[in-house]
């Protein structure tokens, strides 16, 4: 574990890191009226929006990954990168774990179905030259 306590925490980081994840949350939310080709687009477009986006263009990713640099420089402290690396493996694999085989097994959650709307998929997934064997799987 860290040898940080709560009261060595940064509050700035953590706001800066809520406030880009926020900005990213806006930002994936108003592509469909961006005007731009993308998943889910609206026949309308606004202006102000796409112009706010294109603005955010250029620094949202930069900002989260210097957001994500800083917190893993405090977080390594004086531990070497492998021990690190290890440290935060351990902890993946002990949720994936808890997710996968132990409580999440117990809870019913480890197999909760996927419900697909497979009326909308079967159709597209054929008109764009899928393989049956592959439509199969995916429903």
């Given at each position: 574990m860290s040898d940080l306590s709560l009261t060595d925490?940064?509050?700035d980081l953590d706001w800066l890191r809520v406030s880009a994840f926020g900005l990213l949350i806006l930002y994936h939310a108003g592509?469909?009226?961006s005007g731009w080709s993308w998943h889910l687009s609206s026949p309308d477009s606004i202006d102000?929006?796409?112009e706010g986006m294109r603005f955010l263009n250029r620094w949202r990713m930069p900002l989260i990954f210097i957001v994500s640099g800083a917190a893993i420089m405090l977080a390594l402290g004086n531990r070497t990168p492998g021990v690190f690396a290890r440290d935060r493996v351990k902890r993946l694999l002990a949720a994936?774990?808890?997710r996968h085989g132990g409580a999440g097994a117990a809870a019913?959650?480890?197999r909760a179905?996927?419900?697909?709307?497979?009326h909308r998929l079967v159709?597209?997934?054929a008109a764009r030259g899928v393989p049956r064997r592959l439509i199969r799987l995916a429903t």
């Open positions: 925490r940064r509050a592509m469909a009226w102000w929006l796409r994936a774990g808890l019913g959650l480890s179905p996927v419900q697909r709307p497979v159709p597209a997934m």
